[in-house]
């Protein structure tokens, strides 16, 4: 594995950890990953960058995404707010814990459930862990949404600790 790569801005993607994502999943049931590729997707149906998972609809599906952590992420998080608003579906994000950007306070605080992980991510089986905190926002199912498989917390909780 190429840590140079890694540990720099010379790539965007961050592959999900996939004992990480088994936890998530055993909690929401996961049908969507709208930012993946065919070697790191983890659900039958994604999208790969030729597919442009920002201009695809994510309604109907319980969506994880692990967007590429570049220029562009705002973009990904305004996506899974208007989904999760229009639809009221559930969109569950692994994004870097950047509480100060523009995209948290505008799609995030306030709007949604937030998770922070405690300790660094370990992506695409790195032997290191990511040079960056992470957190998992959750936006919950509204009433009469999809099918109803994951009930809980109102938006707004803030503090909830992931062990890595």
Known sequence: MNTDVMFSSKTDNWATPPEFFRELDKEFHFDLDPAADDTNHKCDKYFTVAEDGLSQ???????FC????GREIGKWVEKAYQTNKESGDLVVMLLPARTDTKW???????????????????????KSGAPFPSMVVIYRKKGGASDGKTQGAAAGICGHMLGV
Do not use: C, Q, T
């Open 66 to 69: 692990n967007p590429p952590y």
């Open 104 to 126: 948290f306070h505008d799609f995030i605080y306030k709007k949604a459930e937030i998770r922070f992980v405690k300790g660094r991510l370990k992506f695409g089986g790195s």
């Open 57 to 63: 609809e994510w309604g109907g599906h319980n969506v």
